[in-house]
């Protein structure tokens, strides 16, 4: 939530609290046709959210690669892993289906997830992908998804996420701190993610290629568009409807606060929050097993009944003397 709204407000007032930063790690990739956008790589902190079993989610069925670690950091492993099973396979898909030649050039940046010899650890079946590493230095330049797409992505994910707290309070008797505090979880952001994803343009994808290929941009003819109300205003129109003061430099400085590294503190104060978690999904687990249905009590008396009555049966006064004691 943005900074000024009484939510977050009220967390910096409350003694010794410090709001909790829960984060995850989003990898995002698309051609520079814009008609082609991968699955994204997602990293979190947790393998299996209590949120997952909630709501009946199943990791494979998800619409992002799903993938964690304590500090839901992308590690080699898991963009490897990403290429060959995500990557690759969507690419050849999407070549095959518009009659193109089977090549791709997948353009990385200097990232340390990105290894140098990456080539090496694509599959043999998708060796038609070729790799290529921006020059040091030149990612806030040259990177196309830091080219507007990521900032897009992220202005679009605060909408819809201020748009499911607007219908969430409009239509239940939840407060929006109720929501925010007690119901909002990993599997609504999850939601949210695909709806954000979704709504990033091709136009908007396809000029984030201008600076790195121009060419490419050129060669494609856009209609002008109507002005229409920028994302920034549908924020801040779907956050006053719900009573809090925001403004547009609100919501950028939100976006900009999303690109921010953790602080030391901030990491151990995550994963002292994160151990917490884990312990109550184990606790969570382990009440689930412990619990006897209504079917089996009614089944354990009726057997104890069906004891108590052939005891009786066979040693009237014993039973007589025990029901005594």
Known sequence: MPNRTYITAEEKMMPGHKPMKDRLTLALCANASGDCKIKPLLVYHSENPRAFKSHKILKEKLQVMWRSNPKAWVTRKFFVEWVNLVFGPTVKKYLQENNLPVQAL???????????????????????????????????????????????????????????????????????????????????????????????????????????????????????????????????????????????????????EYTQELTTEEIQELQSQQHTEVMQEIGFEESEEEVISTSEIKEILGMWESVSQFVEKKTPRKSCNRSCI
């Open 106 to 256: 997948l353009i990385l940046d200097n990232a340390p997830a990105h290894p140098p010899n990456l080539e090496d650890d694509i599959l043999e079946e998708l060796k038609f992908i070729k790799v290529l590493y921006l020059p040091p230095n030149t990612t806030p330049i040259l990177q196309p998804m830091d080219q507007q797409v990521i900032s897009n992505f992220k202005k679009l994910y605060t909408k819809h996420l201020f748009r499911r707290c607007f219908e969430v309070t409009e239509s239940t008797n939840l407060t929006l701190r109720e929501f925010w505090k007690d119901h909002f979880n990993i599997a609504i952001c999850l939601q949210i993610i695909d709806q954000a994803w979704l709504g990033v343009t091709t136009k908007t994808l396809t000029s984030a290629w201008k600076k790195l290929w121009p060419e490419a941009v050129a060669e494609r003819i856009y209609e002008e568009l109507e002005p229409g109300v920028s994302v920034e205003e549908e924020i801040v129109s779907l956050g006053k409807s719900m009573g809090l003061e925001v403004e547009e430099r609100d919501v950028n400085e939100l976006i900009e």
